[in-house]
């Protein structure tokens, strides 16, 4: 049976903290709609000290946060975007359009057309994410969206070099230096200075990700991508250093990042949690790392595989690092996760930075019905159809008729029998 040698905050402390940010969210969105830029600007001096009239940033600012970059950055940022665009455009082709006769002279299809406005997100509070960049605005571009703006928080101050290198490299239409619920606010509802966006995308914190949920319906959004959630699912074919240095990968993002290791070994888990604490007394970003850890870490020991992998399951976990002796296990039968690492050679890190899988993935459980930002999320699936013989309508006609009849739908049973008449030539008598 699965015990639990270390458990994070309980339900009631999460619901209560959530509780928070949705009444800070929705305030703040109200506001927005009625006053529109004027209280885009307070929140942005209050939050980011930053103001300014306009949030645009000028060709002349794109330019120069580009040419700062050394030759090796600007040479890896293009590393990391070729890869994100190549699986991107391998994704996109794998999505065929569909046209077939599914009755002698009945035509259905399905094509995916790209929303005409995206707005990406890119989170730089704590960190300037410049990797978001490549996973929204290139993923973005490959659908073929045709206009795509951005948005980052200022960091320390000013619009972050490296972020707005990213942006203007994975080809942003418009680049904005604007963080939070007033980037995510402004780009949904649409105030002077920001066009609104038909979909919003990308990663963020509690008050970004809440804000997209609360705007959904209102425009379109990508999934629920909030603060990082990690897990290992580790045996003893590895050691408690290799656990931990990936538990700590994640739990830096931030305090409220859980980091979960789920292992069939009593051994390998208390090595583990030994290695996290030997581990944060040297990690620079231990003031993130260790109240997550603190407050979120668990860590499960279970009597087998399939033990393991119905916790897991259950946990629906953004990030899931599998390092055991059959990986492939965990890959042919988990069914709720972000994204799966498999085997020691790999980590959440080459996902993160570099290896072209997106990194924009689904927490807080929401893996149980989505996986992570793709160009699908930006393709609207519309279907169309096309009866081109007389005889197809009369058939499908006389159908229709009897099926409204049947729900008592005169109209449309109407809109059935004229064409039953008109093609057909008889009379249906429903
Ligand atoms: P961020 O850009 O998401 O948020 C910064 C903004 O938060 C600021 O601009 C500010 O306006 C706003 N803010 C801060 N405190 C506030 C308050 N009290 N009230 C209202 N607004 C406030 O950057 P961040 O904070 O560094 O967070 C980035 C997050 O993105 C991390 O939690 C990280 O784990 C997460 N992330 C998630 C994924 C994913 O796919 N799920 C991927 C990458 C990063």
């Known amino acids: 049976m699965a015990t639990w040698l270390k458990r994070g905050a309980t339900a009631e402390a999460k619901r209560d903290a959530d509780k928070k ?55 890896d940022i293009e ?69 795509v703006i951005t948005c980052a928080p200022p960091f ?24 939070g619920i007033q980037a995510i606010g402004a780009m949904a509802i649409g105030t002077e200075s920001i066009g609104g966006v038909d979909m919003l995308v990308g990663p963020g914190n509690a008050f970004v ?12 959004i990508d999934l629920f991508a ?26 830096e993002h931030g305090p409220e990042s859980p980091a979960i290791l789920i292992t069939n070994s009593e051994k390998l888990a208390r090595d583990t949690m030994r290695e996290v604490e030997r581990l ?22 279970c009597d087998s595989y399939e033990e393991m992998r119905i916790v ?30 498999l085997g020691p050679r790999t980590n959440v890190s080459y996902g993160d930075k570099v290896i072209g899988t997106n990194h924009t993935l689904p927490t807080k459980k929401s893996a149980r019905y989505t996986g992570g930002l793709w160009v699908g999320k930006f393709l609207k699936t519309c279907t169309y159809q096309n009866v081109l013989t007389d005889e197809a309508t ?11 009849a049947m729900e008592g739908f005169a109209g449309h049973g109407e809109q059935a029998n004229i064409r039953v008449r008109r093609y057909g030539g008889r009379n249906v008598p429903y």
């Open 394 to 404: 009369t058939l499908v006609g006389e159908y229709c008729s009897r099926l409204c």
């Open 209 to 220: 990700a809440e804000a997209k949920r609360q705007l959904f319906g209102r425009v379109g």
């Open 226 to 251: 909030g603060p990082t959630e990690t897990m290992v699912i580790a045996d003893e074919t590895v050691d408690g250093e290799i656990c931990a240095t990936d538990l700590l990968g994640q739990a």
């Open 156 to 179: 320390e101050g000013k619009p972050a070099d490296k972020i707005v290198a990213a942006q203007a490299m994975a080809g942003a239409d418009a680049i904005y230096a604007l963080g």
């Open 312 to 341: 897991a399951d259950d946990y629906a976990n953004e990030h899931v690092q599998v390092m055991t002796e059959g990986p492939d296990y965990f890959l042919k039968n988990m069914t709720n996760y972000g994204a799966l690492f």
């Open 79 to 147: 590393f990391a975007q070729a890869q994100v665009r190549n699986f991107a455009q391998i994704q996109k082709d794998s999505m065929k359009e569909v046209e077939v006769e599914t009755m002698p002279g009945v035509v259905l299809g399905h094509k995916h057309i790209p929303v005409n406005a995206a707005g990406c997100y890119v989170p730089g509070g704590k960190y300037p994410l410049l990797a978001s960049a490549h996973m929204s605005v290139i993923t973005a571009k490959v659908a073929g969206v045709p206009r």
């Open 21 to 75: 940010v949705r009444e800070i969210v929705e305030a703040a969105l109200l506001d927005i709609e009625e006053r529109g830029d004027a209280a885009v600007r307070e929140m942005s001096v209050k939050f980011d000290g930053w103001d300014r009239e306009d949030y645009q940033l000028s060709q002349a600012e794109i330019d120069n946060c580009v040419e700062r970059l050394t030759a090796q950055e600007r040479k």
């Open 280 to 301: 944060l007394d040297i990690l620079p970003t231990a003031d993130y790392a260790r109240p997550a850890w603190e407050n979120f870490g668990e860590v499960v020991v």
